[in-house]
């Protein structure tokens, strides 16, 4: 199983940001999507999810700021973050959703860097 997250880098508050994660080893079109973040000293937590059939559901610290989707054609998922903030700072991982069911490779994720 492999995980590549991709996407992340330094931007300015307010700013937007796409992550894409290609997911491969996994029956993609059959499996609950879901977003992670792990910031400095403290544990990794969960962002956002998409089920098997496109019902999304969000962390409420991201509520309306971001965007799950997945394209089932290409096996990856993404996340369409907009407005934001310095506490948005973390590297971000995707897995399977819930977190009980992540395959344990979590690969290395991507850094994203919210600064001015």
């Known amino acids: 199983v492999q995980l590549q997250a991709s996407g992340g880098g330094l931007v300015q508050p307010g700013g937007s940001l796409g992550l894409s994660c290609l997911a491969s080893?996994?029956?993609?079109?059959?499996?609950?999507m879901g977003w992670y973040r792990q910031a400095p000293g403290k544990q990794r937590e969960f962002v956002a999810a998409?089920?098997?059939?496109?019902?999304?559901n969000y962390a409420d610290s991201v509520k309306g700021r971001f965007t799950i989707s997945r394209d089932n054609a290409k096996n990856t998922v993404y996340l369409q973050m907009n407005n934001l903030k310095p506490e948005d700072t973390a590297v971000y991982y995707c897995?399977?959703?819930?977190?009980?069911?992540?395959?344990?490779?979590w690969g290395q994720g991507t850094q994203v860097t919210v600064s001015s």
């Open positions: 897995n399977l959703f819930p977190s009980r069911t992540a395959v344990r490779n």
């Open positions: 080893g996994i029956m993609f079109r059959i499996s609950d």
């Open positions: 998409i089920t098997s059939g496109g019902i999304t």
